[in-house]
Nanobody, 117 residues
Framework: VQLMESGGGSVQAGGTLRLSCGYS?????MAWLRQGPGKERVGVAL???????VHADSVKGRFTVSRDGAKKTIYLEMSDLEPEDSGMYYC???????????????WGQGTQVTVSS
């Protein structure tokens, strides 16, 4: 599975961004993870091939993961962004089990998100 992220950028706090991840073939589990400066990489949101989603507590109500199967793309809609949301966002894919803290097999190269206060 090949993954390609796009849509990162710089925004002010309270702003919105939409990240996209195009994929070459479907996978059971597709996720967004981020790594802030000096921080470990953490799961932000995931979507299973049946459509169920999971969002990290820190982004619930602000971020939404979705999939467009026809376009072979998953999205991460981010609103009310905070400086703490800054970091490199990675798209990843894998098999069962599908958990935010789980392991993933395929990775994109990442897209940078910077939120200024």
């Amino acid at each position: 599975v090949q993954l390609m992220e796009s849509g990162g950028g710089s925004v002010q706090a309270g702003g919105t961004l939409r990240l996209s991840c195009g994929y070459s073939s479907n996978a059971y589990c597709m996720a967004w993870l981020r790594q802030g400066p000096g921080k470990e990489r953490v799961g932000v949101a995931l979507i299973r091939d049946v459509g169920t989603t999971v969002h990290a507590d820190s982004v619930k109500g602000r971020f939404t993961v979705s999939r467009d199967g026809a376009k072979k793309t998953i999205y991460l809609e981010m609103s009310d962004l905070e400086p703490e949301d800054s970091g490199m966002y990675y798209c990843a894919a894998g098999h069962w089990p599908c958990k935010l803290g789980g392991s993933f097999i395929w990775w994109g190269q990442g897209t940078q998100v910077t939120v200024s206060s």
